[in-house]
Every structure is written in C-alpha cells, then in structure tokens.
C-alpha cells in the first residue's frame, strides 16, 4: 500500500499560471482533504470532498477549485496562481467522518 | 471558530527526560483529537487518536490524555530519544474538519 501520494513534489509558476495537483489514495477511503500550511500557523483546511463526485469548501478555499471524479483521487486547481498561494500543501483521506486522517508527504509550491 | 494553540513553540531537553506537551482548545465540541509528528520537509505522520468520550490513549511511549471540559490534551513522551525530535502537531476534529494547532518543534539533545 503506497497509501496517500501526491504529485509534484515541488513546483514553482509565475503568478498568473495555472497548475493542478494530484492527490491519490489506495485504502478507499471515502473522505479526502486539501490543506495548505504557512510558517507559524497551522494547516488550514481548502476543500474536502465526502465520497467520489461530491465537494465542499473548508476554511480557505478562494483561488482554488477541486474535483473528485474517481474515488481513488482528489485534484486541487489554482486558475491563476497568486504568490499568496505559496504554501505547502497537503492532502489526506479518511475512511469516514471522525477516523483517523492519513496525510501525503506534500507539494512545495512556490509562485514568483 | 475554533481556535487551537500549543505552548510552548520550541522545546530542548536532553536524551532521556519525559517530553510533556500542552494542546488547548475553544470549543469542547469535539468529536475527536489527533496527534501528528512532522520531520523536516515531510508529511504528518498520526500518533494518536483520541475519541470525545475517552480520557487517554496510549501506543508504547506514548501517551495522550484529554480533558474536553477544559479544553485541553497533553501528549507525553517517555524516556526521549534523539530520534524524537521533530514538530508535534494536536488536531481537534469539529463538525467536518480538523483543526490544527501550530505545532510544538521539539529537540532531543544526545
């Protein structure tokens, strides 16, 4: 088990560009996440999705879209990147509301 | 809004000493509290969880008490190796998500 993954690992873009990150997982889980953590404060919740085809917003989720298409994967888009959108993020899944969440090993993304 | 802080920041002990670390929180209404370890440069790796109706959790030297009447958790580390040094993260599950605390960067000195 590979567990959560996440493409790229690291990505620098100009401001204006577009990018998509990918977020896969083989436990089945139903519920995935996308969070974004900045220096001296904590991951802040993008969006979430609750079972293949469904999403939502969480915390912060301005500048960025998310699709659920295939249970297995959750992609974070940025339509026109910002460098207040230079962050590391991260994605996690869980098999249900309220278990454990399980974390990828993140993409570094930096825009100039 | 729930609001999440861990005091203190930073914290150096020599090899050996029991780590105590302090996890607070606004809302009592949790479902749950998870504990994470950070490395430099990685994902979070889950150390414990915590449901709302239970008081501890334990996985080897680890330990994780919860008061939710007080807002409060406290992850406690025995006998601290080296190897133990990194970024501990608490996180209280409310209605659909988590929310994090800051993190306590915790170094071990051999």
């Known amino acids: 088990n590979a567990g959560v993954t996440q493409t790229p690992k690291f990505r620098v873009l100009k401001t204006g560009q577009s990018m998509t990150l990918l977020c896969a997982q083989d436990?089945?889980?139903?519920?995935m996440y996308w969070y974004r953590q900045d220096p001296g404060m904590g991951l802040r919740l993008i969006h979430y999705?609750?079972?293949?085809?469904?999403?939502a917003k969480g915390e912060v989720p301005d500048g960025y879209n998310v699709s659920r298409l295939k249970k297995q994967n959750f992609l974070l888009g940025l339509e026109s990147a910002a460098p207040s959108q230079t962050s590391v993020y991260f994605c996690?899944?869980?098999?249900?509301?309220?278990?454990?969440?399980?974390f990828g090993p993140g993409t570094r993304l930096t825009v100039l | 809004k729930q609001e999440v802080t861990q005091i203190p920041a930073a914290l150096s002990v020599p090899e050996g000493e029991n780590l105590v670390l302090n996890c607070s929180f606004t809302?009592?209404?949790?479902?749950?509290l998870q504990w994470f370890r950070q490395d430099p440069g990685k994902g979070l790796t889950s150390l414990l969880l915590?449901?709302?109706?239970?008081r501890e959790q334990t996985s080897g030297r680890l330990n994780a008490s919860l008061d939710k009447s007080s807002g409060r958790s406290t992850l406690y580390i025995a006998a601290s190796q080296p190897g133990d040094s990194a970024t501990y993260l608490c996180a209280v599950r409310g209605d659909y998500k988590l929310s994090f605390g800051a993190g306590t960067t915790v170094t071990v000195r051999a």
């Open positions: 996690a899944s869980s098999k249900k509301q309220g278990t454990e969440q399980f």
């Open positions: 809302d009592s209404a949790i479902y749950n």
């Open positions: 915590i449901q709302s109706s239970q």
């Open positions: 999705s609750v079972g293949e085809g469904t999403t």
């Open positions: 436990m089945n889980h139903e519920y």
